[in-house]
């Protein structure tokens, strides 16, 4: 009975140790599958984090990406605006015949030569394009578009010119004391009569648009004209003598429709400055005129009818030359006796406002305006000046200088001396 007894005692001691494996089984299971619950859930966990910060960080790249690349940018267009070239090569050079009276003026993109003899059309290699004889005594061009002029001056013929050679000419009944030419072919010249002038326009073939006819008493000597690019609108710079004093009238013309209704003369507008001359009136796009004086420069809008735009001071400087394009004006001047160099350029918007002064000691003979810059050349020295005054490019050549024009390769120009046609590319140290 004892045995039995113990066996019994064992027997449930067994029982419950089983038990407890059993429990302890169970709750090991359970804390397995907990971990591997929570390992899943810590993965997915991870993933989604991967997930989000994958998107978050492709974002954060690309905007990145944007701010570098807007910040080369950047730094390239600022660098471009203030790089100086002090080098070139020659692309290259094509000797010409020596005239050293010849005229260069940049027409459609290639150069026109004006002598005494005749004019030529040079392309950037050197090359003749088309050659036309006359005989003439003050030869004088004008360009615009795919058109140009050559008038002699004081004198009675005038032939009119395009990108393939000879459009048009005519001998007049009265001398030539002026002329300018719209993009069309359009022209208009000053011609000096008996006891009256003249302001003819004409067609590219050289017939006659309108006639106005001017005196000295009622509406003044004609200084200057100028028409717009589509043709059809004038300025005029009229000097008139009352008593003692000297006038300046600035009076503007529209020959559309717009004038027809307007007046007979088609006058739609005019300004009366005293004590000064303007002796240069230039449309310097086809709506805005820019009028050159002794004492200031006068900007106008001339959509239709004009308005004054603004008035720049000269502040007693003397011009010694001006410049203009569709966006600013301007003009070089002797330095006054306290800055070191020879001449000082003023650049101003077509608002008035300064933009930049430029000290300018090279040689000065010529200086002229593109859309893009200001050239200036004189003896054997070139300078291209930004419009922000920084200097692109300043040169002294070996030889004397006629003219220096863009090439419509970008930093490449034509510079045409005496007896040679080079065409160079700018480049830095």
């Known amino acids: 009975m004892k045995f039995l007894t113990k066996n019994k005692k064992t027997a449930d001691k067994e029982i419950a140790a089983g038990r ?46 944007i701010v570098v690349v807007l910040g080369l940018v950047t730094a390239l267009l600022r660098y471009n605006a203030i790089k100086t070239y002090t080098q070139y090569d020659v692309v290259s050079a094509t000797e010409t015949s020596g005239d050293n009276i010849a005229d260069y003026t940049v027409f459609a993109g290639n150069v026109l030569k004006v002598t005494k003899d005749g004019a030529s059309y040079i392309d950037e ?31 009675k013929d005038v032939y009119v010119f395009n990108v393939d050679g000879e459009v048009s000419r005519q001998t007049l009944a009265y001398d030539i ?23 003819n ?23 200057d004209i100028d028409i717009s690019n589509d043709g059809q609108k004038l300025v005029t ?46 449309f310097t796009d ?58 000082k350029i003023y650049i101003y918007d077509n608002k008035g406002a300064l933009k930049a002064e430029v000290d300018y000691d090279n040689a000065f003979d010529k200086i002229y305006a593109t859309e893009e810059e200001i050239i200036v050349t004189g003896d054997m020295d070139c300078s291209i000046i930004r419009f922000n005054g920084s200097m692109k490019f300043n040169y002294s050549f070996t030889k004397n200088l006629v003219n220096v024009v863009p090439d419509s390769n970008e930093e490449e120009y034509v510079v045409i001396f005496e007896n040679e046609t080079q065409t160079i590319a700018l480049k830095g140290m």
């Open 20 to 65: 407890d494996d059993e429990k302890q089984e169970v709750q090991n299971q359970t804390e397995d599958d907990m971990d591997e619950e929570s390992l899943a859930n810590g993965r997915d966990n991870v993933i989604e984090v991967k997930r989000t910060m994958g998107k978050k960080g492709k974002m954060l790249l690309a905007i990145a990406a």
């Open 201 to 223: 326009g004409y067609d590219k073939d050289s017939n006659t648009i309108y006639e106005l006819k001017t005196t000295i008493d009622k509406s003044g000597y004609p200084m």
């Open 286 to 343: 086809n709506d805005n005129i820019a009028c050159f004086g002794n004492k200031d420069i006068r900007t106008y809008t001339m959509t239709e009818k004009p308005e004054e735009r603004a008035v720049i001071d000269l502040r007693s400087r003397e011009m010694q030359g001006v410049f203009y394009n569709s966006s600013c004006v301007g003009y070089i001047a002797v330095s006054d006796s306290a800055s070191k160099a020879k001449y």
């Open 125 to 155: 290699k050197g090359v003749t394009k088309w050659d036309v004889s006359y005989a003439m005594k003050m030869p004088h061009a004008e360009v615009c578009g795919n058109y140009a002029i050559v008038a002699d001056m004081n004198g």
């Open 177 to 199: 004391s002026n002329v300018d030419i719209a993009e069309q072919g359009v022209y208009t010249l000053v011609l000096v009569g008996e006891d009256c002038n003249y302001i």
């Open 237 to 282: 710079s009229y000097m008139k003598i009352q008593g003692t004093k000297v006038q300046s009238v600035i009076a503007m013309y529209n020959f559309s429709s717009v004038g027809q209704n307007e007046n007979a003369d088609r006058m739609m507008g005019s300004y009366t400055v005293d004590d000064a001359l303007y002796p240069i009136v230039k």
